[in-house]
């Protein structure tokens, strides 16, 4: 169905909902103009599927070169590069959980959210994108991967005094309505 779409009825489509420095958005993140946009890599940050790979064509093959001196990423853990050729100036890149396999999967998924904030902050940036990390290859469910997205996010806000604007951006109607419920549910 989407496909019969013109572009332009594609941009109308896309929906955004916000409240206070929460913004929710359904699209694609390698088209989001913010500080940093967060990548869901795998440890060895050197390219896969998914957004990761979305990320590396659109920022070009500089963005390889650069994290190929990062000698990969623990899961749970995070590291910044710059964006190259996206619209996004910098790239977060966390290695989120796999779900089937890793242990303590809440708690790692939790850390990528919360460290990747840590590193806007020490970074002096102001705004971040993240996409629903390890809900893909890694098999997340959705609906818990959203609220530990929105719970670890809305915590790490509540205790930093600066100003920091987080979008979540989905990347499918379904997961949107998801993100949106469980953000609506939070706030009560
Ligand atoms: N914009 C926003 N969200 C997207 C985009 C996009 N352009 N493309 C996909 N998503 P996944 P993971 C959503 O599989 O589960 C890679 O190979 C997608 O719908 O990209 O953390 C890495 O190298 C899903 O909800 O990441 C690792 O090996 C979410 O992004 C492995 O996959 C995450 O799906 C990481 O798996």
Known sequence: MENFLS?????????????????????????????????AANETLLGGGGVDGAIHAAAGSELLEECKTLGGCRTGEAKIT??????AKNVIHTV?????????????????????????????????????????????????????????????????????KVIFVSFSERDFDIYKKIFEESMK
């Open 96 to 164: 989120g959980p796999i779900y089937n396999t890793d242990k303590n999967v809440e708690k790692l998924l939790s850390d990528c959210y919360t460290n990747s904030l840590k590193l806007i902050v020490e970074n002096n940036l102001n705004s971040i994108a993240f996409p629903g990390i390890s809900t893909g290859v890694y098999g997340y469910p959705k609906e818990d991967a959203a609220r530990i997205a929105i719970e670890s996010v809305l915590s790490f806000l509540k205790n930093h005094k600066g100003d920091i």
């Open 7 to 39: 572009e332009e009825l594609k941009e109308i489509l896309k929906r955004e909902y916000s409240k206070g420095n929460i913004i929710l958005n359904l699209g694609d993140i390698t088209k989001v103009e913010v500080d940093a946009i967060v990548n």
């Open 82 to 87: 710059k964006g190259y050729n996206l619209p």
